[in-house]
């Protein structure tokens, strides 16, 4: 928590209430890839607000909620038949991809990796692999959740090249010894995982496990809750490698800032919980509806995954330089507007380094740059820029990170 107490935001700017700007590399949290006050968002918003703000959508339906699921039809990965339940939060749509898959397959145990990060409700924590803050304190845990590793190309033992394929043959006998393939009702996975430490699971370990899901009628679970909606170039990350997942969590970017999360589907997956199993008063609320038909229109319209391509470009040039001066910065990596480096204190051993990244970041806070930690090791500096930020804010940002290196 920084002493700023925001006054405004748009797409790049968050001017707080003295007066001050601050240059927004946090999009908060990947939650405003449109800006923070996104024109069609605030239009369609307020039009919705000013005609009502709830009924209830399991008392008498309204057409906005129709038109997202309509919208996540068509942008999520396979053209297969599809179904989506709206919610409030990401943790609640994890939760309800859970209990879907669970009724489907009549099965219980549920896959999770190393360095996962799903949220902080009592089975969302039994979910996220990292103990501090996330679950210190706040056990007991639900049970039959089992944790796999995941391909993490840099820190892998035998390098980087190897890891996909050696991680998903790991994981993969894990679940097959230690669980038993038939006893698996999801594999839940983050195709780019965000608070772990923006790992990018090394090349072909989703396909593998997506496969072995598949041939093991185990329900394939993409959260991208944190790399959906443009944010890594493509509308969901998982795009990258082909992989069309039974059920994909989404929220944070989805609605412009509004509060709405969705578990989109197979038909018959999603159709398989008892009328009435699943629900909520608040899921899918008609003015997050409206927010999120105006992001959604937003992203169409100004090509923000081309627009997201275009910030890596621009961010893994300026990043690598650094990387060439700075020895301290182990890794670049990342996609689209959702990148990162891996700070540790030597090259060679890959010491993790969180003061270098709690020092860079206050650093960068104090010369009115936003940036967010992250990482099991609390090591890695994390850039998710609003995908609408401008050239000049981009570089000025840029501009400050590299003075901030030079002063700690
Ligand atoms: C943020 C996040 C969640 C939880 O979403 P909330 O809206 O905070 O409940 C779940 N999964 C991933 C990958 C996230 O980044």
């Not at 409206?290 to 391509?309: F, H, P, V």
């Not at 507007?337 to 030597?346: F, R, T």
């Not at 890695?380 to 000049?392: D, S």
Request: hydrophobic share 45%.
């Amino acid at each position: 928590m920084l002493p700023v107490f925001a006054a405004r935001a748009d797409g790049g700017i968050i001017e707080d209430v003295d007066g001050n700007r601050l240059i927004d590399f946090g999009s908060g949290i990947a939650v405003t890839g449109v800006g923070a006050s996104a024109e069609a968002v605030v239009r369609r918003a307020s039009a919705q607000l000013a005609d009502f703000t709830h009924t209830c959508f399991m008392v008498t339906p309204y057409e906005g909620y129709v038109a997202v699921a309509e919208a996540l039809a068509e942008l999520t990965p396979g053209d297969h038949a599809k179904k989506s339940a709206l919610f409030n939060s990401g943790a609640e749509a994890v939760e309800n991809a859970v209990k879907i898959a669970r009724a489907h397959t009549k099965r219980q145990a549920v896959v999770v990796f190393d360095h996962g990060y799903h949220g902080r409700t009592n089975l969302t924590m039994a979910l996220t692999s990292k103990n501090m803050p996330y679950k210190h304190g706040f056990g007991p845990f639900a049970p039959e959740i089992y944790r796999v590793p995941v391909a993490y190309g840099y820190r892998w033992p035998t390098g980087p090249e190897n890891c996909g394929p050696e991680a998903a043959a790991q994981a993969i006998d894990q679940i097959s010894k230690q669980v038993g393939a038939q006893n698996v009702a999801a594999i839940v996975i983050e195709p780019l995982l965000g608070e772990g430490g923006f790992i990018e699971p090394a090349k072909g370990f989703l396909p593998a496990l997506s496969e072995f899901a598949r041939d093991n009628g185990i329900v394939f679970v993409a959260d991208e809750i944190q790399s959906g909606f443009c944010r890594t170039g493509q509308w969901f990350a998982c795009e990258d490698e082909g992989i069309v997942p039974d059920l994909i969590t989404t929220a944070k970017g989805i609605a412009g800032g509004l509060p709405l999360a969705a578990v989109t589907g197979r038909a018959e997956i999603m159709d398989a919980a008892h009328a009435g199993g699943l629900g909520g008063t608040y899921g899918g609320n008609p003015v997050a509806c409206a927010g999120a038909l105006g992001s959604i229109e937003t992203m169409k319209e100004l090509d923000l995954a081309a627009r997201a391509r275009h910030i890596e470009t621009v961010m893994k040039a300026r990043l690598g330089a650094m990387q060439e001066k700075y020895e301290i910065i182990g890794d670049v990596r990342g996609r689209g507007a959702m990148l990162a480096i891996e700070l540790v204190k030597d090259p060679s051993t890959k010491e993790p380094n969180p003061e270098a990244a709690a020092a860079l970041a206050k650093a960068c806070h104090q010369e009115g740059l936003l940036v967010l930690t992250c990482g099991t090791y609390g090591n890695v500096l994390r850039f998710l820029p609003p995908m609408v930020i401008g050239e000049e804010l981009l570089s000025e940002g840029l501009d400050i990170l590299e003075q901030a290196f030079t002063r700690i």
